[in-house]
């Protein structure tokens, strides 16, 4: 089982606080390991085995109580009426009117209440409403480079750690699946991000948004995957599929892409001008939340490493709490404005800038920016940190690793 100490220690955080703790993200990311850790150090601190109560609703196990009533009576009647009860449940949004068991229990004072979901409609509707300023959200993503890097011993290089997390993926199992000796069998890799893909793309999104049409889907996947870190239009995917034969109206893929964004498959960068202080609303980007489901998508020869490296940041910056954004300034792009709790960044984003030219191109948007928030150079390049006139030089995998 992989540590994952910094969701722990957010869960931690809020023990006994009276709000319900939610942990979303994309299927088979770590949540109910995640909640196992806890469990762990619950035991530890002195809580009874049977003050806590663990339901995965999609254990065969739990086909009885599908139904809120149903649920919520089975939790209610196992409750220890003189002691703090922790109630752990696993994928609650395959339960119709959820909220409305969730809402029963956690009024209930002696419940300390913690839910997982595989799908933001979690957190739209009448769930917000009814709930709304009683819980909290904890947004849960498959391993981090450093998370993926504290599995394997020292003497694997930097690069080469690099090298196989981009290839056989982030989602924790994987790394169970290899082992320590990060055996080099793709078959295992490719069968396993197989299902993951499938219950995503069939369960997730066919079934939530009544999809008829998988392949088309499927097209609008490909596409997506390909085209990682581009400013794109929705009205542009559409002319670019129909162009190569796939006649789809830009209603038709906004909707798709709505799906993907609820399963957490795919995320999005929205445009802010700098200067302005304003988000636009034209010229996106897009990100895939595991490079190894890219590969099995792909397959191996699409290796645009700039775009995937701009995607293991984007990612990365959402992990450490920051809202990402694509910025412009005048004509030029900004990788990314990252706002967090402390205030505003800047980030560029390079493979290299040993080429002198490489380097004036990557430092001239950052330079036109006048506040005084840091602003960071992340390259692969292994020479001296520098600073280029309060603009800091990193090596990004040193950085993934802080």
Do not use: C
């Amino acid at each position: 089982m992989i540590n994952r100490p910094e969701y722990l220690k957010r869960l931690l955080a809020f023990k006994d606080k009276e709000l319900i703790k939610i942990i979303t993200g994309v299927r088979r990311s770590g949540k109910s390991t995640l909640f196992e850790l806890y469990k762990t150090e619950l035991l530890q601190m002195g809580i009874m085995q049977e003050q806590i109560q663990n339901i995965n609703l999609e254990d065969p196990d739990f086909r009885d109580i599908l139904e809120w009533e149903k649920l919520y009576d089975y939790v209610n009647t196992r409750l220890l009426k003189n002691k703090k009860n922790y109630i752990f449940i696993d994928e609650i949004q395959n339960i119709k009117n959820f909220q409305k068991a969730a809402d029963g229990l956690f009024i209930n004072k002696n419940v300390d209440l913690y839910l997982t979901g595989s799908n933001s409609k979690m957190q739209s509707g009448e769930w917000a409403t009814l709930l709304s300023g009683r819980y909290v959200e904890i947004h849960m993503f498959p391993l981090s480079f450093k998370e993926y890097a504290s599995v394997y011993q020292n003497n694997i290089s930097k690069d080469e750690l690099y090298s196989h997390y981009l290839d056989f993926s982030s989602f924790p199992w994987i790394v169970n699946l290899m082992g320590n000796n990060m055996l080099d069998d793709r078959s295992h890799v490719f069968n396993y991000l197989s299902g993951i893909y499938n219950t995503i793309v069939l369960k997730d999104v066919v079934e939530n948004k009544k999809i008829n049409e998988v392949g088309r889907l499927e097209r609008v996947i490909k596409f997506m995957a390909a085209n990682i870190g581009s400013e794109i239009s929705i009205k542009r995917i559409s002319d670019m599929l129909t162009s190569d034969g796939l006649k789809i109206l830009p209603l038709t893929v906004e909707s798709y892409l709505d799906a993907l964004f609820n399963s957490y498959f795919l995320y999005r960068a929205d445009r802010y001008d700098v200067k302005g202080r304003k988000l636009l609303k034209t010229l996106n980007k897009y990100y895939l939340v595991d490079m190894g489901l890219r590969r099995y998508i792909l397959g191996s020869k699409n290796t645009d490493t700039g775009h995937i490296l701009e995607n293991i940041v984007y990612l990365e910056l959402l992990r450490r709490g920051y809202r990402v954004y694509i910025g412009k300034v005048d004509e030029k792009e900004v990788d990314f404005v990252a706002e967090g709790p402390a205030g505003t960044e800047y980030y560029q984003v390079s493979e290299t800038v040993r080429d002198k030219n490489t380097l004036e191109r990557e430092l001239s948007s950052l330079k036109m920016i006048r506040d005084h928030n840091p602003k960071f150079l992340l390259t692969r390049d292994y020479e001296i940190q520098t600073s280029h006139n309060g603009i800091k030089q990193l090596n990004v995998l040193e950085w993934l690793l802080m």
